[in-house]
């Protein structure tokens, strides 16, 4: 039986400086589509707002941009961008920026088919690994990248696997070295106007093509050779739409993702090919030192998240649905035009309004038979009397005795702590570390079950080890928390010393610094000092490194907190950012099974409870 023939590669269309000529970009685009297409994607480098007046060829007429922003105009293809600057960029952007929720590392839908790729960040497109460093160099502010922009794409540059696309704005210093000078466009040979950040990242990220506009012409260069790596990589660089020049301000690419290609095919070097024109760089070429963007107005990169907003609206995406809100299913799943929000579930769970959790008041006041608010101990003390309401803890997911507890995702019961499974796991071996008692949290446990909870530890230690792993372990505490869970991660041992250095970063994207316990790394004792600080009142999240040191927000009175934040920031290390969500990384009962049962295989000659 013959195999089936490989998928086609997908087919993208690139572009320069829109300069806000979004009009006579849309109808090259449908021409070329037309023609040639169909293709997959439009990516949009270089200025795509506007500029100021005086800047660029032939001003586009008012309204461009915003004729596809309120519907008047649609936009042909998927399209991405990163240009996001100039004078109407503010406008235009705004509310897409305060709509923004959580990851989007495949970029901000502003209208239908229309992403505006914010910050920096990797994204899968078709199967294309596609990297992008948003805005422009510059002092600081809307428009231009950041520092914790380009620290993101260098921890980017140390994960395994081959980017395909490399998507700036700005030229990379020292492109043109090396190059055959007879293809090189005179105004490329002026040093000014290049980006040696750009040059650094491309250096350290290796794609296999770097695309960039902002220059005004169209260059494609000589493939050249990177350092340690055996693929070549293309650059090109496009003029803007609608340059007097007549210069190519579109081009068409049809690369096979690395992914799904031979060895031979990646390391294959074209007869033109030069040495790499870029100099190695010896240290980080800072950002200038200006003010970081605000943390409320920036979507962090693959680690990237935003506190759940609870939109108000008529549309009905903004609007809770009740099958998923009360049962915890929904027959339409992806497809239900209603928001499926745990969060909400769990104050579901425990009673409170339906109407009110939806529109934050209820219409039926005093007479309404359910609870009127979020926090816990109102809820209880506000409850009233139901023949058909179970106490808490029977209602508890956690608690092995009730009724709602997934006992097949146990691994194993201790005295006073369980493991099991974690719901929807970020990696196989996600596991929870569990008191077997209703306790909020694991350090107001009874000093006695202190013992158990570090057997436990050890011994997930010595079982990810054995697989050439090291835990993390997070927990976050709230004044909502019902049953504490201790989130333990393995993590491969070759990124542990990352683990500190993303945490912190991904602290600073949220306005806020980690203190740190226990300066000593003595992980026992740092959960001892943890637990004669702690008043049992307040909010906080910590996270214990692979080294046992353990780094602690203390979160304040009234503010939200991402309730994922532990698991988004190990999404981001591991590179999984599309299973940031636990909701979408769901298996079916069977598979879970299987999960603990090979899980227990492993883990029985470690199990402090045997």
């Known amino acids: 039986m013959a195999a089936a023939p490989s998928p086609a590669p997908p087919r993208i269309l690139l572009a320069g400086d829109a300069h806000g000529r979004l009009h006579q970009l849309f109808k090259r685009v449908k021409s070329v589509n037309q023609s040639t297409g169909p293709f997959h994607a439009l990516l949009c480098v270089g200025q795509f707002f506007s500029p100021e007046a005086g800047e660029g060829d032939n001003p586009p007429p008012p309204g461009d941009a915003s004729d596809y922003l309120e519907g008047r105009a649609a936009v042909p293809i998927p399209t991405y961008f990163t240009g996001d600057y ?245 027959p339409r799943g992806s497809g239900c035009n209603f928001k499926h929000d745990e969060e909400a579930r769990e104050h579901c769970q425990r009673g409170v309004c339906f109407e009110f959790l939806n529109k934050g008041k209820c219409e039926k006041g005093p007479e309404c038979r359910f609870v009127h608010s979020l926090t816990e101990e109102t809820a209880v003390r506000n409850a009233k009397p139901r023949s058909d309401r179970r106490p808490v803890e029977s209602s508890c997911w956690f608690c092995l005795s009730s009724p709602d507890v997934e006992s097949h995702l146990v691994i194993s019961i201790g005295d006073g702590y369980y493991c099991a499974l974690a719901k929807g796991p970020l990696v196989p071996e996600h596991v929870l570390v569990i008191p077997v008692e209703h306790f909020p949290t694991t350090i107001t446990m009874p000093a006695e079950q202190e013992g158990e909870l570090r057997r436990y530890k050890n011994a997930l230690g010595k079982y990810f080890e054995k697989q050439g792993n090291t835990a993390v372990y997070f927990e976050w505490i709230s004044q909502q928390s019902r049953h504490a869970n201790l989130q333990a991660v393995p993590v491969p041992l070759s990124k542990a010393a990352s683990v500190e250095k993303i945490f912190h970063l991904a602290a600073k994207r949220l306005g806020f610094e980690f203190s740190v316990v226990n300066p000593d790394s003595d992980a026992n004792q740092g959960r001892d000092l943890l637990r004669s600080q702690y008043d049992g009142k307040s909010g906080l999240f910590y996270v214990e490194l692979p080294d046992g040191t353990l780094l602690l927000h203390m979160l304040d009175s009234g503010k939200k907190f991402p309730a994922q934040f532990g698991r988004e920031v190990l999404a981001g290390l591991l590179s999984m950012a599309d299973r940031a969500d636990w909701r979408n990384c769901k298996l079916s009962k069977e598979e879970e099974i299987k999960m603990v049962d090979d899980f227990k295989q492993g883990f029985h000659e470690f199990d402090p409870a045997e």
Request: charged share 20%; aromatic share 8%; hydrophobic share 35%.
């Open 86 to 330: 100039g004078p109407t960029a503010p406008r235009l952007l705004s509310k897409a920026a305060a709509d923004a929720r959580g990851f989007s590392p495949g970029g901000i839908e502003i209208c239908p088919n229309l992403f505006w790729l914010r910050g920096s960040n990797l994204f899968n497109l078709h199967g294309l690994s596609v990297a992008y460093l948003s805005g422009r160099k510059g002092p600081g502010g809307p428009g231009c990248y950041s520092q914790d922009d380009v620290d993101a794409l260098r921890a980017l540059a140390e994960e395994p696997g081959i980017v395909d696309l490399f998507l700036t704005n700005e030229w990379p210093a020292g492109v043109v070295n090396g190059a055959d000078t007879s293809n090189v466009p005179p105004q490329l040979l002026d040093p000014q106007g290049y980006d040696p950040v750009v040059a650094e990242l491309v250096t350290e990220i290796k794609p296999r093509y770097h695309i960039a506009g902002t220059k005004g012409v169209f260059y494609a260069r000589e493939p050249y050779v990177n350092d340690s790596s055996l693929h070549v990589t293309r650059f090109i660089g496009l003029a803007n739409v609608g340059n007097k020049e007549k210069q190519k301000f579109i081009h068409a690419i049809s690369p096979t993702p690395a992914s799904s290609m031979s060895s031979a095919d990646i390391h294959a070097r074209p007869p033109n090919a030069t040495l790499s024109p870029y100099v190695a760089p010896r240290k980080s070429v800072p950002v200038e030192d200006t003010p970081k963007r605000p943390a409320e107005n920036t979507d962090l990169q693959y680690w990237r998240y935003d506190v759940k907003r609870q939109r108000q609206g008529k549309d009905a995406g903004s609007l809770l649905c009740f099958k998923y809100t009360s049962s915890g299913s929904c």
